[in-house]
């Protein structure tokens, strides 16, 4: 099992960039996919973008894509989220999972979960 830790989150104005990172402690990272979802107050948690394992393809939300970038560096046990050109509607809690091998879209399909890390775009 991975127990993921995310970091990186904070307040940035519309049009600027943020990184986000998940570190996965735990055996095996490289045979786990990973997926960030973002929560807003009163909200359901909802799907940003994942990467998969072992090829390392990659999915995104149609609102993130061509400004969200998901990566992984199994060397560090790190999965990172670029974000760039930030919108109001990017604000939320951004949360990192984990599930084996292949991508996954629903927040059940993921076994393991980060505390979240709170992201905040002004206009």
């Known amino acids: 099992q991975v127990q993921p830790v995310e970091s990186g989150g904070g307040l940035v104005q519309a049009g600027e960039s943020l990184s986000l990172s998940c570190k996965a402690s735990g055996r095996l990272f490289s045979t786990y996919a990973f997926g960030w979802f973002r929560q807003t107050p009163g909200k359901e948690r909802e799907f940003v973008a994942a990467?998969?394992?072992?090829?390392?393809?990659?999915d995104y939300d149609e609102s993130v894509k061509g400004r969200f970038t998901i990566s992984r560096d199994n060397d560090k046990d790190t999965v990172y989220l670029q974000m760039n050109s930030l919108k109001p509607v990017d604000t939320g809690i951004y949360y990192c999972a984990a599930l084996p091998w292949e991508i996954g879209y629903r927040t059940w399909e993921y076994s393991y979960w980060g505390q979240g890390s709170e992201v905040s775009v002004s206009s």
């Open positions: 990467i998969a394992s072992l090829f390392r393809n990659t």
